[in-house]
Nanobody
Framework: QVQLMESGGGSVQAGGSVRLSCVASGPEFSSCGMGWYRQATGKAREWVSSIRSDGTAKYAESVKGRFTISRDKAKTTVYLQMDRLSTADTAVYYC?????????WGQGTQVTVFS
């Protein structure tokens, strides 16, 4: 059974940093793309960043230059380093397994940025 488990969320002051982790268990993830999404209260879930199995990364314009996605060599853990956070980054952050694999979602981790 495929499972994704996020961790690292919490409360941080604006301008600070948080590092999220997503550990994948189950069938091998090495060939899958992995991504991070977020959903703020009252808003739709939005894509934040993705990384392919070859390490190619993409970012939403709103986080480009502030967030960095990475994955470990075993490709079972994906990270999202978030720097220069603002209150607009407050949301539940979800990890997802992406194409070419079947999409799978984690349970999410809350990140709250206070001013």
């Amino acid at each position: 059974q495929v499972q994704l488990m996020e961790s690292g969320g919490g409360s941080v002051q604006a301008g600070g940093s948080v590092r999220l982790s997503c550990v994948a268990s189950g069938p091998e993830f090495s060939s899958c793309g992995m991504g991070w999404y977020r959903q703020a209260t009252g808003k739709a879930r939005e894509w934040v960043s993705s990384i392919r199995s070859d390490g190619t990364a993409k970012y939403a314009e709103s986080v480009k230059g502030r967030f960095t996605i990475s994955r470990d060599k075993a490709k079972t853990t994906v990270y999202l380093q978030m720097d220069r956070l603002s209150t607009a980054d407050t949301a539940v952050y979800y990890c997802a397994r992406e194409m070419p694999c079947i999409t799978t979602w984690g349970q999410g981790t809350q990140v709250t940025v206070f001013s």
